[in-house]
């Protein structure tokens, strides 16, 4: 809960103002009940438009209890902001209709839930809630959130075209005899907004529900997400119904035509485009649907109609299913926000491209003014430098000599270095059992043939991270070698074909062989035996003394700006610092991605515990701000710098003396801070005596999550106060000012995943690390908080697992935002 109230209060405010956008004339009286916010204003009518979506409030008044709703709402516009866009979330507070709220707002909007006086306010309840405040009687300033017909009225007023929510209301079991049918639907009859929902609850009545949206003239969809032949609206828990969808979406891009259509004729009515909910989340319909008979019969027993019935099912439908609805209510508002977001992005590019245009062009790029962008939790203002990143605007029309390149990118986030790959998944096809009872075998057989299923996809570490980041909605430029050879022009191909990442920093080395992976896993999917053929990477050498290594790779660092560099272990160890530096240099945060256990020590070989190496090694001036190991990395980063008398020298002991453990006794506070197994294994102990030369690390654990491991500055306030922080040095500003403070305290923390995979539900851990190390540098790029990244990451890793893919499907739509608070 502290978590998630620090997210929402880290944000640098937002402004406030009446309605005034320049676009849409107003009336005074208009001014006088709804205020946009100066963002929302910005994103929708400036000079830099930004795509926006609008976000109900009535889930955080009458939905989720208070502190939970904080978390959610967090969250919500959390995932947003990651992917590139504006959230406006819409309430009425004080009398007052507002789009687009700041933290202190959002928090009183959540802390209203379940109190005598909270409104759930929708069309007929607008005037009423904001027009009573003008009497002036203090006791008429009411407070409430909008329900999906007034959150659609409200984002219309404002210019908002894209609204995503939960769960549609609809015509109720027997409403030919009780008339209950919900206001969401008249109002898609006439308020030109796009709804992107789960469909309607299924305890309502489908079949008549999309008959009455028809006779309003709603055009009624549903995203195929991956699916041929047939397809339902979606049942909200469930991905089926029973009831086939009128029609049917591929993608974000057709939705967006048909937006851009509809509001082009014009005609006054909304659109219902229905995501299905997740498949990890979802209920099978045979089961829910008993469950839902039992609930409604229920309530029909007790005679609980009217306000009263929905509330009433929702709670008899959680307890019947022991809380898996509660679960599968925050997968598929994610999944819809996330959809939402792309969609709001995809017409944002149609009519920008359009404008002037008889005809469609190439969808462009959005660029992302990460100083509007806020960090969403405390934790991320630390001495560990995942805070905000400055502005990034350079455009570079750098192309490689060999092929033409996608359009030129407005904004540079992200400059990942690394390895691109063709990748060779072989997974291990265990043979049938010869006689019952007899094990498995779940490992090929060395020194002979093993069946197996193999697949070939671009890959290669910095590949892998560059398009995940790319899908979470940063400007990426990929920088890496490929050889004048086959597989060199295949990967090219595939580069700006399927993964859509910018070839001008991709040079072909005459002579040279293309990387190439192969990865044997066993039965279960997990990597048995990983070779690879990375020369054409490691062999690059380190640039002389002056020059830099980016005008190797028509990377042009000091142009381009970019938030976060991200160094992959593949090159040579002087060549990896190289790259480091050039990004500090820059003005860049750095990542260290250690790629594995043999090539994790890169980092630090040929550095000794010498004054020199120190100076360029150690916390102020770290080579890597952030790294991404998992336990195995974590342990080889480790035994080289011990090796290597890194944390032998002076300089270092004063860093960690400052850290103010207990002396002896730390055990048991790591252990209540992470976990008794980790500890015996030495993980956060490891953790904690590398962070004064790298001071953030995020140790990837599998199924255990993610260890959070940092150091935390003097002036860290907020950082300070956080209930993981496990010591504090005691300096205060004087130090400071006087030199004497090197750090304020360390963090530590473990977030868990929020779910386990089965192995059954396990595809190949191929890219996983990978994907997790781009979504997170994606989400710290614009200014989400580490916390918050780390769960986004997280949600994307899982996605990835399900897939044959180096970076899985529906990572850019998904994958954002599954983690819990």
Known sequence: ????????????????????????????????????????????????????????????????????????????????????????????????????????????????????????????????????????????????????????????????????????????????????????????????????????????????????????????????????????????????????????????????????????????????????????????????????????????????????NTPFILAKIKELTGGKSVTANRALISSNVARGTNVAKELLALEESLKGESKPSKSINIPVDSSAVSSSSSSSSSAAAVSEAPPTTKTTDAKPPQAETPAAQENVDVVVAGALAIDFACNYVPPPNAAPNTPVALSPKPHTSNRASITQTLGGVAHNIALAARLSGSGVRLASAIGDDAMGRVALDLLQRDSKLDAGSVVVRPGAHTGQYVAVNDARRDLALGLADMDIIQDTPAPAAGQDIGSAFNADLAALRPAWLVADANWSPATLRAWLRAGRAAGARTLFEPVSGVKAARLFEGLSAKPQDQHDVLYPRPLADLATPNALELAAMWAAARERDLFASPAYWALTNAYNLPQGGASALLAQATSAQLVAQGVPQQALQLLPLVPCLAVTLGAEGVLVARMVGVEDGDGLRSPHVLSRSGFTREDVSAGKAPVGGVYLRLLRPEMVLSGEEVVSVNGAGDTFAGVLVSALARGVGLEEGVRVAMGAAALTLRSVRAVGEGVGELGLGLGKR
Request: hydrophobic share 40%.
């Open 1 to 308: 809960m502290a978590s998630a109230r620090a997210a929402l209060r880290a944000r640098s405010p937002v402004c406030r103002r009446a309605f005034s956008l320049p676009a849409k004339p107003q009336t005074s009286a208009l001014s006088r009940v709804l205020e946009v916010s100066e963002e929302v204003q910005e994103a929708l009518y400036g000079s830099r438009k930004k795509p926006v979506v609008a976000l109900e409030t009535t889930i955080y008044t009458h939905g989720f209890p208070y502190p939970d709703n904080v978390a959610l709402a967090s969250h919500l516009e959390s995932v947003v902001r990651t992917m590139g866009g504006v959230p406006a979330t819409i309430a009425i507070l004080d009398g007052v209709a507002r789009v687009g709220m700041d933290p202190e707002e959002l928090i009183r909007i959540a802390a209203s839930a379940g109190k005598e006086g909270t409104l759930k306010i929708s069309r007929r309840d607008l005037a009423y809630a904001c027009g009573l405040r003008l009497t002036g009687a203090d006791n008429a300033k009411f407070t409430g959130g909008t329900t999906i017909a007034g959150t659609m009225i409200l984002a219309h007023l404002a210019g908002i075209k894209v609204f995503a929510t939960g769960g549609l209301g609809g015509v109720h079991r027997g409403a030919e005899s009780t008339m209950d049918i919900s206001a969401d639907l008249t109002e898609l009859g006439r308020t030109p907004v796009a709804v992107i929902s789960s469909g309607c609850k299924s305890f309502l009545d489908i079949p008549r529900t999309l008959e009455y949206l028809e006779t309003q003239g709603v055009p009624v969809t549903t995203f195929a997400d991956g699916r041929n032949g047939r397809v339902d609206f979606p049942g909200f828990w469930s991905r089926e119904s029973g009831s086939p969808s009128p029609q049917v979406l591929q993608d974000e891009k057709q939705a967006a035509a048909m937006i851009y259509a509809q509001n082009a004729f014009p005609l006054a009515t909304g659109l219902l485009m229905a995501n299905p909910i997740p498949t990890s989340a979802s209920i099978p319909k045979s089961e829910i649907d008993t469950i839902i008979k039992d609930a409604v019969e229920e309530a029909n027993v007790l005679g609980i109609t009217g306000a009263k």
